[in-house]
């Protein structure tokens, strides 16, 4: 699947890291759920109710004149039985807590939390007037500044999101690091090690070299997210001690693609005018309501300096890879098979090639089709297409919906490995 993307001529966008005694620029990127006792009568009294008419005159008829008889009660299973199905019973409950790991492990387990957003029946936020400063002393234990040494020394930010030290950053903040320290906010500095990295997302894990538990931020969604929405940045610029920084701003864009001269073209970013400079790279950038919606990764620079314009790695996008990260310990690369193109007019993604045995090929799908929808989100350009996929992993069943002469189709396309990756 690819496509070609033009040049721009915008201003230029650097990768929000610092190194050394004064900012690094870093990486340049170019754009873009009774009965009722009443008074008593006496017998000479007429009857209060009338009689009924005759069964055969009614539309109803009461239970006692149905021929219906309860059925017989069930016989009580003997000892012998029930002391076999007891014994069967401890052993499929023996037999699943040793699948389980229950059973068999000789050190106690720990419990890892992971915050995620649920969605409450009335959310605060900070639009809703909730106190700012609250959400940035619940989230700021979570945001840490990373200390990197190494053949690309500099300063870079992290965002905690397993109670076992695990965090986010960006790629290139570490992926030549000799050395890795953590500050966290309240200034002790830990040891950590890189666990893995991803060039084409720019997304990176990291883990503390300590038990924990440490505090862990709420992983929100892009979905639903809308221009205009307040923004909010937490990161470490400039590597200016005393904890993390904090900016407020807007959602100013979503689905921006930026290119960059020295490596792959990062999709789907979420820009923003939250302020973002050297050393921000790997923050959080959190919505209102105090979630991280993304992972703060470059800032536009012109003539005159920051230009005001921030971009961020989509958090759908960076948990899919973490999940990787940590279960393959490389990110693995979903294979759709097609080649295509936007098509403006069609607000969807016309495929010129459907690749042979491959999982769109296999499901049904062929040049010319046009796709609208994956699993019920919009795909109008072949950016969203790379962007819904990349929230996959190979082996995920995705829904499809797409025309074809006219008529609206679907099918269901189970993804791969990319064969290449």
């Not at 997210?225 to 200016?240: D, E, F, K, N």
């Not at 609206?408 to 490995?417: F, K, P, W, Y």
């Amino acid at each position: 699947m690819s496509e070609a993307v033009g040049g721009s001529t915008l201003p230029c966008y650097v990768a929000a890291r610092s190194g050394g005694p004064r900012p690094r620029a870093g990486k340049r990127l170019l754009s873009s759920a009774l009965v009722e006792s009443g008074d008593a009568f006496e017998a000479d009294d007429p009857p209060p109710f009338r009689p009924p008419p005759p069964p055969d005159d009614r539309l109803w008829r009461h239970p006692s004149e149905l021929a219906w008889s309860s059925p017989p009660a069930p016989r009580r299973a003997g000892w012998p039985l029930a002391a076999a199905a007891g014994v069967v019973g401890a052993v499929v409950t023996v037999a699943l807590l040793a699948v389980t790991g229950v059973i068999g492990d000789d050190a106690p387990g720990r419990d890892v939390v992971i915050r995620e957003t649920v969605q409450p029946a009335v959310a605060r936020s900070v639009d809703d007037g909730w106190d700012l400063a609250a959400m940035v002393a619940e989230v700021g234990p979570a945001i840490v500044r990373l200390d990197v040494s190494g053949g690309d020394a500099g300063v870079g930010s992290g965002v905690v999101f397993r109670s076992d030290g695990h965090l986010l950053t960006n790629a290139h903040v570490v992926d030549d690091a000799d050395r890795i320290v953590a500050v966290l906010s309240t200034g002790r500095s830990v040891q950590a090690r890189l666990v893995g990295f991803d060039r084409r997302t720019d997304i990176a894990v990291v883990k503390l070299d300590e038990d924990g538990p440490f505090a862990t931020a709420v992983l929100g969604t892009t979905d639903g997210l809308v221009v205009g929405q307040t923004a909010i940045a937490m990161g470490s610029p400039l590597g200016l001690r005393g904890g993390s920084s904090v900016t407020v701003g807007i959602i100013s864009a979503l689905g921006r693609e930026i290119e960059s001269p020295d490596g792959p073209v990062l999709y789907d970013m979420v820009q923003t005018d939250a302020a973002i400079t050297s050393g921000s790279s790997g923050g959080a950038l959190l919505d209102g309501t105090g979630s991280v919606v993304g992972i703060t990764t470059a800032f536009a620079v012109g003539d005159l300096g920051n230009g005001g314009l921030g971009f961020a790695t989509p958090i759908d996008v960076a948990r899919a890879v973490a999940d990787d990260l940590l279960t393959y310990g490389r990110a693995r690369r979903v294979w759709f098979g097609v080649r295509g193109s936007t098509d403006a007019a069609a607000a969807g993604v016309v495929l010129a090639e459907v690749v042979d045995d491959g999982p769109a090929s296999e499901s049904g799908l062929r040049a010319g089709d046009v796709i609208r929808r994956v699993d019920g989100r919009p795909v109008p350009t072949m950016s969203a297409l790379r962007v819904a996929l990349l929230r996959h992993h190979p082996g995920d069943l995705v829904g499809v919906v797409y025309d074809r002469d006219g008529k609206r189709r679907s099918a269901q396309v189970t993804l791969r490995e990319r064969p290449d990756s």
